[in-house]
Each structure stands twice: as structure tokens, then as C-alpha cells.
């Protein structure tokens, strides 16, 4: 199993930024495409944004682009979600998500079943 932890969420006000973290033990993000994910209340878990394992290609869906920025630091097992101009319906659940890959390649994988390994989740809430 591939243990991932989120932080960072938080209750901001709209126009505001927070910074999501998702850490991984050992080295397993170097090896991996990361995702991450959000569920609203009474909304199904959607897409956010992706990164693949190599080359730092990033991906994300329309209601984000401009706004929040998918980084990733090997090194320290760690990648982040910088989210900037936050809105009200930014509101959610934040998941981090892995997929082992055994090659390197650019690859971005933007949909659940792409990705076997989740994390428990980060509260983030945006008021106006």
C-alpha cells in the first residue's frame, strides 16, 4: 500500500490562497502520476488537476485553469496544489491520489479509476 497524507486545507475567505500538501513515505511519488481530486457535498468526486511522473506535465480541469498550480518535489515526497483566487464553489473535500508507473513517461490520468491509491482527504472552505 501506498500511504499518502493531505494538509493544508483550511476555511479562507473568497480571493484568498491556500496551499495543499501530499506527502508520501519513502520515495514513491518519484515513480508516480499524482492526482488530485475534490467532492463537494451531495456532488461526485471530480478532477482537479494531474501531474505525470516525468517531465512535470500538468493537467486540469476548466473550473481551475488560471487559478490553481500542481507542483511536485520528489525529493521530499511531497507534492502541492497552490490554489490562488479561491471561490465559493471551490468548496471540498481535497484527495490526493497516486499511480505507480514503471517507466518513465508523461502521461496524466485525469479521471478515479486512474489512480489505485487515495488519501483520507483535506476540508477546504471558501466563504464570501
Known amino acids: 500500500q501506498v500511504q499518502l497524507v493531505e494538509s493544508g486545507g483550511g476555511l479562507v475567505q473568497a480571493g484568498e490562497s491556500l496551499r495543499l500538501s501530499c506527502a508520501a513515505s519513502g520515495r514513491t511519488f518519484s515513480n508516480c502520476a499524482v492526482g488530485w481530486f475534490r467532492q463537494a457535498p451531495g456532488k461526485e468526486r471530480e478532477f482537479v488537476a494531474g501531474?505525470?511522473?516525468?517531465?512535470?506535465?500538468?493537467s486540469y480541469a476548466d473550473s481551475v485553469k488560471g487559478r490553481f498550480t500542481f507542483s511536485r518535489d520528489d525529493a521530499k515526497n511531497t507534492v502541492y496544489l497552490q490554489m490562488d483566487s479561491l471561490k465559493p464553489e471551490d468548496t471540498a473535500v481535497y484527495y490526493c491520489?497516486?499511480?505507480?508507473?514503471?517507466?518513465?513517461?508523461?502521461?496524466?490520468?485525469?479521471?478515479?479509476?486512474?489512480?489505485?491509491?487515495w488519501g483520507q482527504g483535506t476540508q477546504v472552505t471558501v466563504s464570501s
Open positions: 491520489a497516486a499511480r505507480v508507473l514503471l517507466s518513465p513517461n508523461f502521461l496524466v490520468f485525469t479521471t478515479k479509476d486512474g489512480y489505485p491509491y
Open positions: 501531474i505525470s511522473r516525468s517531465g512535470g506535465r500538468t
